[in-house]
């Protein structure tokens, strides 16, 4: 179990000084070496949808409602049967142990002492055993088939005997996406993790020590323990292969339906019709997601799929959104335009590589206060009674909609 954050601690990081997701991002830029931030912060191809992932929310505004007095706000939500304190889940970030030693770890108990679930990577370096362990929350497993469906098994079962509550199997990673910073910057040798390997990098290191002695003493690092082959834990450089060798399709969700019990959850869904197969398939829920303008590059924002997703599904399985969140405003605008909830990816992630669990927990408390704070100017209590009348979007979504009810 990760030992609590102190004040110290808090101070030494200057974290009271975060007042956004931005400042925790600047934070983290300072505390990494090049090639790590790069890896966090980066996307595919041009950025053209890791940028507008996030410049989308500015189009959406809000139609507040004034002189409504209450004293709290509730920001409870069910998802998945999952009893929630807030309304963002911290969704599947790989590699978290490159960022931070604490990594998932120290990421799923944030998760858990603040009242939310974490969701753990399959690319993780910690034991999802561990990381339950570490939490007194809910925890939920993104499922790749990486390794194979023997590999993939045994991770479901590990799964089940741990407690894990969900599934999410992620279908938008056929291949990986061409993250054009990570090439420049070879990260692929930096994942070798050997003497020769880390010496290109020594000019980066030497003035990131602190981060430096704890990659080097971090020696779980550079495997993945819930990708368990016959020779053993997958090493970390062999991924990117193994990767394109293990394409989910809709008829794998026949066979982990067999073998997990529990609520499974589709991400990666960009279009109605997705979101219709995924209902097929027997799913709980969608993550409306575009894997943080990481793999297709040029793919829409997925604030701007989202109407015509939930409108698509009509609650008949869980809407869920993820991509770009930065601001508590723009979880309200999501939970306006049909999402029940959202998965936070590098908005946490930054917080763990500014100051490890200390960063994560600013993190939350930033946008868990933004949210109260955005409910109540809005003048809404609770997120229940939030709906597309708080909301304006620009017309051309509108219009689009109109045309494609009409199938025009
Ligand atoms: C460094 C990094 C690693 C990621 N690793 C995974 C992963 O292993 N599996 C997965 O399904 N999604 C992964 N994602 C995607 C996130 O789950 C999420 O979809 C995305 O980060 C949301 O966009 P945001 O970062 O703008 O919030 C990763 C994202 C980042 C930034």
């Known amino acids: 179990m990760p030992k609590p954050i102190t004040r110290s601690e808090r101070r030494r990081v200057a974290l009271p000084k975060a007042l956004n997701i931005s400042d925790l991002r600047q934070i983290a830029e300072r505390r990494v070496p090049r090639v790590v931030f790069d890896y966090l912060d980066g996307g595919a191809d041009a950025e053209v949808t890791l940028g507008e992932a996030w410049r989308v929310y500015d189009r959406v505004m809000f139609r507040p409602q004034g002189a409504v007095a209450f004293p709290e706000c509730d920001l409870r939500v069910r998802v998945l049967g999952m009893d929630l304190e807030l309304p963002f889940l911290l969704g599947p970030v790989g590699s978290t142990r490159l960022f931070h030693p604490g990594g998932d770890m120290a990421a799923a108990h944030a998760a858990g002492e603040t009242g939310t679930a974490y969701i753990q990577s399959t690319f993780s370096g910690h034991r999802l055993e561990d990381s339950r362990a570490a939490t007194r929350g809910p925890m939920c497993y993104q499922l790749y088939l990486i390794g194979g469906r023997t590999a993939a098994e045994k991770a479901i079962e590990r799964c089940r005997n741990a407690g894990i509550h969900a599934l999410f199997v992620t279908i938008d990673t056929p291949v990986s996406g061409m993250r ?18 880390i010496a290109p990098f020594l000019s980066q290191f030497v003035t990131h020590p602190r981060w430096l002695l704890s990659y080097l003493a971090d020696g779980g690092l550079m495997q993945c323990p819930n990708i368990v082959l016959p020779s053993g834990p997958m090493k970390y450089a062999d991924v990117s292969v193994a990767l394109e060798q293990s394409v989910v399709t809709w008829e794998d969700l026949h066979w982990i339906r067999e073998v997990w019990d529990g609520p499974i959850v589709i991400k990666g869904v960009m279009t109605s019709d997705d979101a219709l197969r995924a209902i097929d398939a027997g799913a709980a829920g969608i993550v409306v997601s ?37 601001r508590g405003s723009d979880v309200v605008k999501a939970i306006c335009l049909g999402a029940k909830a959202v998965l936070l990816g590098r908005a946490y992630a930054y917080g763990l590589a500014a100051a490890g669990e200390a960063g994560v927990a600013r993190a939350i408390e930033i946008l868990r206060g933004d949210v109260i704070r955005t409910l109540k100017l809005l003048g809404v209590r609770s997120l229940t009674e939030l709906n597309h009348s708080h909301v304006e979007v620009p017309w051309v979504w509108e219009a689009e909609a109109r045309a494609s009810r009409l199938n025009v």
Not at 180 to 197: G, Y
Not at 293 to 315: F, H, K, M, S, Y
């Open 290 to 326: 575009n894997h943080g303008g990481r793999q297709l590059d040029c793919v829409l924002p997925t604030l701007r799929v989202l109407p015509e997703i939930a409108r698509a599904v009509n609650g008949q399985l869980e809407v869920m959104l993820d991509g770009g969140i930065r």
């Open 180 to 197: 054009e910073r990570d090439f420049r910057n070879n990260i692929k040798q930096l994942l070798a993790r050997n003497a020769s390997s």
